[in-house]
Nanobody, 126 residues
Framework: QVQLVESGGGSVQAGGSLRLSCAEA?????????MGWFRQAPGKEREGVAV????????YYDNSVKGRFTISQDNAKNLVYLQMNSLKPEDTAMYYC??????????????????WGQGTQVTVSA
């Protein structure tokens, strides 16, 4: 069974930084094409934060995080990172890692992703 495991969440003050990691624990995703970070705050819909196309490193960012968040990958280790700088209280959410193994037309949309992690909580205080 495919497993994605997130880590690195926590509580920080506004302006602080966190780095989230996503590990593909089962070793079965040989053909993942997109790796994405999504988040969901209480009472809000899930939204795409950052996506990387593993084949060429192309990246997508939601406007709310552009210039503050950076997604990166270590293919040798099957790891994907989300470096989050200049965090704001509105970044508070559960953050999920997801993998898509097909070519998709909307890589920023959660429904395009087959595999999901359990999430890691990020809390930013004012």
């Amino acid at each position: 069974q495919v497993q994605l495991v997130e880590s690195g969440g926590g509580s920080v003050q506004a302006g602080g930084s966190l780095r989230l990691s996503c590990a593909e624990a089962s070793g079965l995703i040989y053909s993942r094409i997109y790796m994405g970070w999504f988040r969901q705050a209480p009472g809000k819909e899930r939204e795409g934060v950052a996506v990387i196309r593993t084949t060429d490193g192309s990246q997508y960012y939601d406007n709310s995080v552009k210039g503050r968040f950076t997604i990166s990958q270590d293919n040798a280790k099957n790891l994907v990172y989300l470096q989050m700088n200049s965090l704001k209280p509105e970044d508070t959410a559960m953050y999920y890692c997801a993998a898509a193994t097909d070519w998709v037309t909307q890589p920023w949309a959660g429904h395009e992703y087959r595999y999901w992690g359990q999430g890691t909580q990020v809390t930013v205080s004012a």
